[in-house]
Structure formats: C-alpha cells, structure tokens
C-alpha cells in the first residue's frame, strides 16, 4: 500500500504536496535514502502549519494512474517492464536426477557452520547433511528406478554460481548472500539472515569506528564477497587486505589475531563460526558495532530456467527433513539471526 494524493488534495496542497511527493519518489523509486528522514509526520506537520494538509491513501492504483499522479515524466519506469523468462532446460533437472541417479550439489569448504571440512569427521556442517537429507526426500518423492546418489563438489566464493550457471551442478549451498541480477541464477527461500561487522581486538576496538573513514587503516575482506564491495564503497581510505582460497576467512581472523591487520569485515555468523573452530575467544577478539553494518540474507543457489526445480527444492526446505537439518547445525545461531532480521526490516 503507497500512500498518494487526490486530486483535490493536489489542487489544495500545491509545493507542500509537490515536496512530500518528491521525496516520498526519491527516497523508494530512486533508493535515495537521505530523503528518508523527510517522510515523517513530523515533517508533513511543520510544512503545512499554514496549509492543513489532507491526504488519501490509495490501496490500488492502474500504471497509468500512478504515471498521472506524478508530476512530469517520472525520473525511473513506476512499473517496470515484465521480466523476460529464461528459454527452459533441454531436460528438466527432476528428470535428469531420474534418469541418472544423481544429485549434483556443491558446497562450502571455508565457511562454518554451512560447510567445511573437521579433521575427524570429513565434509561437515549445515549443507553436507542438507545433501543427504535432499538425497533421501528425492528417492521418496520421485521414486526413479536407479538409486539416487549424491555427486558433492567444492565450491568458493568465486566459482559457486558459475558451477550452477555451467550446469555442473543442481544447486549450489552455502552463505549465499541474496543479490539481484546474478545471470542465471535463482534464489530459493531464505535459509538465514545475518549481517557484517569488524572483527577487532579490544585494544583496537576505539580507532575501528564504523563512523569514522577508518584512514590508513588495515582492513582484511574476503575477495569476490559483498563485504568487499561495501569495504570499498564505504571506506575507501582504508588500507584493504584481499584475503582468498579455501582458508582465507581462517588467514584473516589469524592476522587480527596477530596484529598483522587491524579489523576484518566479514558476517558475524561465519566469523563467530571461525573463530570457534579456531579455539579464540572474545576477548580479546571483539566484534563492532553492536548491529550489523550490512544486512545478508542467505539462500541456496539455484538455476533460473527450471521452475519445478526451484518449487522442488522450497518444499523440500520447509518439510521436516529440511527443517531438522537447519534445526541441527543452525539451530543454536537462531537468536542472533532473529535479532538481525528484526533490525534489518525495521531499520
């Protein structure tokens, strides 16, 4: 529901009306969020103190009444074109699965909990046993005539949509950050919310200020990550340290950990997990702020031009099996990940 103006507001109201409308466009169709603060009642009050202000709120409204509604050409489309649908698989993955009797999934091999590898036990974590508890559902579901087997391979965070995009696997598991526009890519349900925060030590803790350019400061960031795009974005005088490769989030918390660098940027969940299975506490590791710099919303990595795939794969996440295996290996990072989400949709 988007809040509008009549007509006979418009005629009445005239520049209060023209500014409120303004930045109410600015702010949501153009994502300029310094025109936020503007779209308050307090602000509505103190520019009509001469001019009472009458508003309307409109539940529905055609394209071209949205159009009309706004004065001149609107600076972005107010209703986007419809998406072009991806041309279909040659064979449905349900069918190939069927066919073949295997179920081609990648993982993680660098971030706990959803996928690394425990010295004792193997491939461990969240999305190996989402693997097999995906395995088991499809030899029930589908019923094929070979056995259904699981084909696992490594990915990382520069090759994991191209290993679903080139087809080598049906999806891809792991922190996978939800983003628009990845080719060929498709998202599914949400699996987990978290966000990004420097690692530090509590001696370093007052000079990492988020608030602050952090000038000539040594920053680590995964290569290839979002975090990397945010680090640079936001901070660019910052002195960035590019870590990679299967151990790369390891590297980076060892060189805070050493004084080496002086913060990591990374997702509090995977840098927590890290840091466990390094045996280092906090303190005199520390994490800053309180509330998280980015908001990421995790999903598995699936293709975009094979729909019952997709509806397969959600189905499978919201039945027991799926719910369990996130229960099991997410389950305790529960709390965290609510608070996040409730920031993050509020803030």
């Not at 004084?259 to 280092?280: K, P, S």
């Not at 995790?298 to 397969?312: I, R």
Request: charged fraction near 20%; proline fraction near 9%.
């Amino acid at each position: 529901m988007y809040p509008t103006f009549s007509p006979a507001s418009i005629e009445t109201l005239g520049p209060v009306t023209t500014r409120v409308d303004g930045c109410f466009l600015r702010a949501h169709l153009q994502g300029q969020e310094q025109y936020l603060p503007y779209l308050s009642a307090a602000y509505a009050e103190a520019i009509s103190q001469a001019q009472p202000m009458v508003m309307d709120i409109i539940t529905s409204l055609t394209g071209a009444q949205v159009n009309a509604a706004y004065h001149g050409p609107p600076p972005v489309a107010l209703v986007p074109s419809p998406a072009v649908p991806p041309p279909p698989r040659e064979e449905s993955i349900l069918s190939a699965i069927e066919r073949t009797g295997e179920l081609r999934i990648a993982m993680r091999r660098d971030a706990p909990p959803f996928g690394y590898v425990d010295s004792n036990t193997g491939w461990a974590g969240y999305c190996p046993n989402l693997a097999l508890a995906l395995r088991d559902y499809l030899r029930e579901e589908i019923q094929a005539e070979v056995a259904i087997e699981l084909v696992e391979l490594p990915s990382s965070l520069a090759d994991r949509f191209d290993l679903v995009r080139d087809g080598q696997v049906y999806l891809e598991c792991g922190p996978n950050s939800i983003q628009e526009g990845i080719e060929g890519i498709e998202f599914s349900n949400l699996i987990f919310a978290t966000g990004s925060r420097f690692l530090t030590t509590t001696a370093k803790a007052p000079t990492v200020n988020p608030a602050l350019a952090l000038d000539g400061l040594a920053i680590g960031v995964l290569a290839n990550s979002t975090n990397e795009t945010f680090l640079q974005e936001r901070y660019p005088a910052a002195a960035i340290t590019r870590f990679d490769g299967p151990t790369g989030r390891a590297d980076a918390i060892q060189s805070v950990n050493n004084g080496q660098i002086d913060a990591f940027l990374g997702d509090d969940i995977l840098t927590l997990a890290e840091m466990d299975r390094l045996n280092l506490t906090q303190p005199p590791l520390t994490l800053v702020p309180e509330i998280p710099l980015t908001c990421e919303y995790y999903s598995l990595a699936l293709p975009n031009n094979d729909p019952a795939w997709v509806a397969t794969v959600n189905t499978f996440l919201r039945a027991k099996a799926g719910e369990d295996t996130w229960s099991t290996w997410l389950g305790e990072f529960a709390p965290d990940s609510i608070n996040t989400l409730a920031y993050c949709l509020n803030r």
